[in-house]
DNA sequence: GGTTTCCCGAACACATGTGTTCGGGTTAAT
DNA sequence: ATTAACCCGAACACATGTGTTCGGGAAACC
């Protein structure tokens, strides 16, 4: 009893004796080793306590671990755009549905691509992807639609173009960083790859739609 | 006087006194750090020693520090690569150039992704990049000339479809370390996927020609 | 066969990070 | 106002890695 489900790590812990405070530097070391992690993979404990303005020993009495304190960081990442995500209409159409799906997705994907590069270091792939399943129901969904309704090709797996989303996405980030793209240009390039990348043989290629009605 | 370029990493070292043991065991590191980060990106340096059967204290002679190896390595697999690619006829029709260029890129690709996993942590964006020149520049020069040819889109940057090209590359290479794809169905994956997505706007997606004739 | 070059284990100095303990001081809760 | 929960600097133990020094022994070169 007097225990509930965290709301952001799912880990289980006393609510009666929690005291206010300790609540709220829990939720500045997460948003701090966001912010911390996303410019530097490697940052250190030490690093991400400072940034939250909390001492190092405060920071492990929340966090038991590196990896603990990185999964947190990454279930409440996820969390969050999950919750972006949630508002774009997937329905009609599945490439509009796309279009719109990368137009509020791929400034998410450029901001939390350094946090990621951390998780990789820390945890085990198959942790990531748990972590990564509710954002990703989503776009499976929405391309197995399109396949089914022949809009998107059917000749290759599910899995392998919405392995195929998130790498263009990335790229795109990827490029950004180098400064080879535009903030700009990137919606265009990933949406122009992408409705390509899913187009069937032998349909033609459709143009991208304009940056109006999405 | 004395001096000449070392055909691997391009450093200066007294020829004269170089003796016969001493070049081999450079040969046998550099083979071994292949292997091994290869298997772990990160993998310490006496590991890297161990498996050339080598002391630490002799790789180290060898090369002063863990990027000075790591640029090494990473630059004698470029210019591996860079041998097996100049053997494919980048002539004709730009599509099969580019399905022929697929089928002897991948593999390597795969086999080299946790060493430029190692290289990201140890050598600077920019000095990666320069070690993948050679071949990039063989890839580019073909997408160019699709491009002229109308064969594919100009409506993106030609950097842009290169780093589609890596992108999609590399993904299959994740998805077959995940087991969500096999080694059989990663080429024409990944030839449908680049085909199509380097399709003009208006234009029908080619069929993924048969693993014949290449 | 003499000389130079190279090998390489052992030991060292150093840096950096993780995770814990201690103890006094502070703050929220009732 | 009292109590229990929490904060947090300092110090510690530990692990792991890098790069260097030393010195005897082995191998290559002429």
Same mark, same amino acid.
């Given at each position: 009893m007097a225990q509930a489900r965290d *709301? *952001? #790590?799912?880990q289980e812990r006393r609510v009666r004796g929690r005291r206010s405070d300790a609540r709220r530097n829990a939720e500045l070391i997460i948003d701090a080793a966001w912010d911390v992690l996303g410019r %530097? &993979? +490697? /940052?250190s404990m030490g690093d991400i306590a400072q940034g939250a303005g909390v001492g190092r020993v405060t920071l492990y009495s929340h966090f038991g671990s590196r990896p603990e304190l990185v999964e947190a960081v990454l279930a409440h990442a996820m969390t969050d755009a999950e919750a972006s995500l949630r #508002?774009?209409?997937? +329905? +009609?159409d599945p490439r509009a549905a796309l279009t719109r799906l990368i137009d509020s997705s791929w400034r998410i994907v450029d901001r939390s691509r350094a946090l990621l590069r951390a998780a990789q270091d820390e945890l085990s792939p198959e942790r990531i992807r748990a972590l990564h399943e509710a954002p990703m129901r989503r776009i499976h969904t929405l391309i197995e639609r399109g396949q089914s309704d022949g809009?998107?090709? /059917? %000749? /290759? &797996?599910t899995a392998w173009l919405v392995a195929t989303f998130y790498s263009v996405l990335h790229t795109a980030a990827d490029e950004i960083t180098a400064d080879r793209l535009t903030e700009e240009a990137a919606p265009h390039a990933i949406t122009g790859t992408l409705l390509a990348a899913y187009t069937p043989p032998g349909q033609p290629v459709p143009d991208v739609p304009p940056a109006g009605n999405r």
């Open positions: *709301e *952001e #790590t799912g %530097d &993979p +490697g /940052a #508002t774009v209409d997937l +329905g +009609g809009i998107f090709r /059917a %000749d /290759a &797996p």
